[in-house]
């Protein structure tokens, strides 16, 4: 099945700076890659997500990429703010069968400090 | 309004009782899944459900089971609760009719499940 690799798990950036977390991806055929983020607290929310034909999407301050090639993809925050801070997820989700599940990272704690 | 509702939001039993967990979407959803997670780390696929009458087990080894008679409800049991199983447990939805079809999940706020 499909295996999902999250770095680092924790990050702390300074307001304004960018932050960047990486995921690589074991199963070609994966097709799907949405991010989520969990406040303290609070349900995953997805913020982003991108398909395989698609190798970057940008969202106001937030952006993701894909290197199908190399399975990995990453999460890019721009202008870091005290309100980003939460756990982001990636995730990988295939097209077929069993790899029809989200397959999730284990998380990234990003903290952002004034 | 349209959401994924979870109840109860906290619960403290003692080891050994029966408890559920309820999980309902008003949505219209076919695909449902239950997800185990300790607060705010890595999140574990327990169950899930294409539509009625459709239950798997996921990639986390439970003994919890589920039920999906209505396409609106998916409850989660335990038959007898051991501290082990203190942790959150969250349902999710999506829309997709084929699990071809790529589409977000909808997570519930949760219950967040002590056992003593």
């Known amino acids: 099945g499909e295996n999902v690799e999250q770095h680092p798990s924790t990050l702390s950036v300074q307001e304004g700076d960018s932050a960047v977390i990486k995921c690589t991806y074991s199963?070609?055929?994966?097709?799907?890659f949405p991010w989520y983020k969990q406040e303290l607290g609070k349900r995953p929310q997805l913020i982003i997500d991108?398909?395989?034909?698609?190798g970057e999407k940008k969202d106001q301050r937030i952006a993701v990429t894909l290197n199908k090639t190399a399975k990995h993809f990453s999460l890019h925050i721009t202008e870091t703010q005290p309100e980003d801070s939460a756990v982001y997820f990636c995730a990988a989700k295939g097209n077929t069968g069993t790899a029809s599940k989200l397959t999730f990272g284990t998380g990234t704690r990003l903290q952002v400090t004034l | 309004e349209a959401d994924i509702y979870q109840t109860p939001r906290y619960l403290v039993i003692g080891t050994g009782k029966k408890i559920t967990l309820e999980c309902s979407q008003t949505?219209?959803?076919?695909?449902m899944y239950w997800y185990q997670q300790d607060p705010g780390m890595e999140l574990h696929l327990i169950h899930y459900s294409y539509g009625v009458n459709s239950t798997e087990k996921g990639d986390l080894s439970s003994e919890s089971t589920v039920s999906r008679i209505r396409t609106e409800h998916f409850p989660l049991t335990l038959e007898s609760a051991r501290p082990s199983h203190t942790s959150q447990y969250l349902c999710?939805?999506?829309?997709?009719?084929?699990?071809?079809?790529?589409?977000?999940?909808?997570f519930g706020n949760g219950t967040r499940l002590t056992v003593t």
């Open positions: 199963d070609s055929a994966s097709n799907y």
């Open positions: 999710a939805s999506t829309p997709s009719k084929s699990p071809s079809y790529n589409s977000p999940l909808h």
């Open positions: 991108i398909r395989s034909n698609v």
């Open positions: 949505m219209g959803h076919d695909k």
